[in-house]
């Protein structure tokens, strides 16, 4: 009966190998998720614009304790929110602005190896801008010209992340990014959605699969 038990017990222990052990010093994966952002600055509050975040990470644990992760993702970010507004002629209407911003982003983070399931990362993403607008509806809709309200090519984000092993090198992941720069100055905002200097956050709950 022993005996049984033993070899039923083996396979399973097998199936749930931890990952971060201390048997492999490199691990290279793949990451898909998903983006909550929005923009301070932009008289909107929220975390209503959704967006993809994908893309490859390497980790190297130089310590049993200690890693260090490097990400190259195309990250989708912005905002969008809707409001009352008045019309001295027209009467009261609702009014929606959206900002749409897509990056490739370079996160470099370190992670403490709180156990062999659990890590908790620190760190900060440098973001390349390929792509951004605004968008209203309100009166009139339209998008505004991104050359006469031009976000920043460049910026970067603090980051604090959560990692969780759910099954052998599959991993979840919880982030929150707040811009260290602005995504946009003051000076180049659009005149009534603006309060000043436009600084991205977002929430990001994404899946990391290792190999």
Known sequence: ??????????????QNKQYFDGEKTFY??????????QVDGDALG????PGLNAGLTVYWHF?????LQLELLYSQKGSKGVRNDNDPYGGSYFERYGIRLNY???????????????????GASYNALISGSDTYEG?????????KYPFNKYFVDGIISLNVQLYQGLMG?????????????????VPGFSSGNQINKLIAVRLIYLF
């Open 173 to 189: 992941n919880v982030r929150y990014q707040y811009g260290l720069s602005p995504v946009r100055d003051y000076a180049h905002t």
């Open 104 to 122: 490739a982003e370079l996160p470099l983070l370190f992670h403490y190896v709180l156990s062999q399931k659990y890590q908790l990362g620190i």
């Open 28 to 37: 290279g994966g793949v990451v898909v998720g998903l983006n909550a952002s």
């Open 63 to 67: 310590t049993p304790s200690v890693a």
């Open 46 to 49: 929220g975390f209503h614009k």
């Open 139 to 147: 009166v009139v809709a339209g998008t505004y010209d991104p050359a």
């Open 1 to 14: 009966m022993a005996i049984m038990i033993c070899l039923w017990t083996q396979p399973a222990l097998a």
